[in-house]
T-cell receptor
Framework: SQQGEEDPQALSIQEGENATMNCSYK?????LQWYRQNSGRGLVHLIL?????REKHSGRLRVTLDTSKKSSSLLITASRAADTASYFC????????????FGAGTRLFVKA | NAGVMQNPRHLVRRRGQEARLRCSPM?????VYWYRQLPEEGLKFMVY????????ESGMPKERFSAEFPKEGPSILRIQQVVRGDSAAYFC???????????FGPGTRLTVL
């Protein structure tokens, strides 16, 4: 299966609740990034976390990285209807070339 | 400071025609990446280029697809003799180095009739 698998595939929550999305990958990485994509639009970069970092914050976003488990999580606190989007993790392999691998994404729906 | 520009935003072609997709990276970025996204799926890497060089084209079909990033001007993704299966959104991203964040353009939506 593909590197950078997100779960859940879809998530529906109420405004104000927290949303947690997970990403697993298979090979060693240099860094892992999270992106958001609103329907029919381009991707917006959220956070980059390097392989030697364990946690990173940006506003209401918190990303963790566990290289021993080859997994990452994205937490959105106090969600808003405007957070409704698809969220993708992307990994840059540390060997074997330069390509960035995207997962299939988690579709988040925040109900007002 | 304009972001990554892609044009056209929408492109309709009949089977057998050629499609040319253009990408102008952010100012100061010399690394360009092309991705394809099918509906309800993630992005699939196609090709990574630096100025005048193809670094990694392992995600690009060997036939009908080509990419270039000339010394002057935008990067071009060219699809010859398009088929219905080529219908997708094609995204371009750029970065200043190969270890930096990639910034994405708005994409070109190709529809093959």
């Amino acid at each position: 299966s593909q590197q950078g698998e997100e779960d859940p595939q879809a998530l529906s929550i109420q405004e104000g609740e927290n949303a947690t999305m997970n990403c697993s990958y298979k090979t060693s990485i240099n860094n892992l990034q999270w992106y958001r994509q609103n329907s029919g639009r381009g991707l917006v970069h959220l956070i980059l976390i390097r392989s030697n970092e364990r946690e990173k914050h940006s506003g209401r976003l918190r990303v963790t990285l566990d290289t021993s488990k080859k997994s990452s999580s994205l937490l959105i606190t106090a969600s808003r209807a405007a957070d409704t989007a698809s969220y993708f993790c992307a990994t840059d392999a540390s060997t074997g070339g330069f390509k960035t691998i995207f997962g299939a994404g988690t579709r988040l729906f925040v109900k007002a | 400071n304009a972001g990554v520009m892609q044009n056209p935003r929408h492109l309709v072609r009949r089977r057998g025609q050629e499609a040319r997709l253009r990408c102008s990276p952010m100012k100061g970025h010399s690394h360009v990446y092309w991705y394809r996204q099918l509906p309800e799926e993630g992005l699939k890497f196609m090709v990574y280029l630096q100025k005048e060089n193809i670094i990694d084209e392992s995600g690009m079909p060997k036939e009908r697809f080509s990419a270039e990033f000339p010394k002057e001007g935008p990067s071009i993704l060219r699809i010859q003799q398009v088929v219905r299966g080529d219908s997708a959104a094609y995204f371009c991203a750029s970065s200043p180095t190969d270890e930096d964040t990639q910034y994405f353009g708005p994409g070109t939506r190709l529809t093959v009739l």
